[in-house]
């Protein structure tokens, strides 16, 4: 800054300085109120979901999953049934555990949950987008 020898130029250069203040709290407050905006509840949920629609492999990793433990809790049901012996009930969980575990869906069965999962997200698209 120059020096200031004027009483004028003393008023000119709060004015300005003024302004500048006036500016810089306008733009602290909108980024204030931005990131409130952005850490609310309802806020995270969307950009969450956006994130895991937007990601194939989460999403195909996340069926791929349910469908083994699915496949493998109901395998223990079936062949175990809801009550038993102790060792009977041992052998339903390893089963279970076994069939989780060696059971990888096949790639039509993958993409047919992606897009029933897909087709419900993208039903409500005010969910999805911000």
Do not use: C, W
Request: glycine letters at 6%; zero cysteines.
């Amino acid at each position: 800054m120059e020096k200031i020898t004027t009483s004028a130029e003393l008023k000119n250069t709060i004015q300005l300085l003024e302004v500048e203040q006036y500016v810089s709290g306008q733009q602290l407050k909108e980024q204030l109120y931005t990131t409130y905006e952005s850490f609310k509840t309802v806020n995270l949920l969307k950009s969450t979901l956006k994130e895991v629609v937007s990601s194939p492999f989460l999403i195909d990793n996340l069926i791929g999953t349910a469908l083994s433990m699915a496949s493998g809790y109901f395998s223990n049901k079936i062949l175990v049934g809801v009550s038993g012996r102790i060792v009977k009930k041992l052998f339903g969980s390893v089963l279970q555990f076994g069939v989780k575990n060696v059971i990888n869906p096949p790639k039509y069965i993958k993409s047919l949950g992606h897009n029933i999962l897909q087709h419900f997200l993208h039903k409500n698209k005010s969910l999805i987008q911000p």
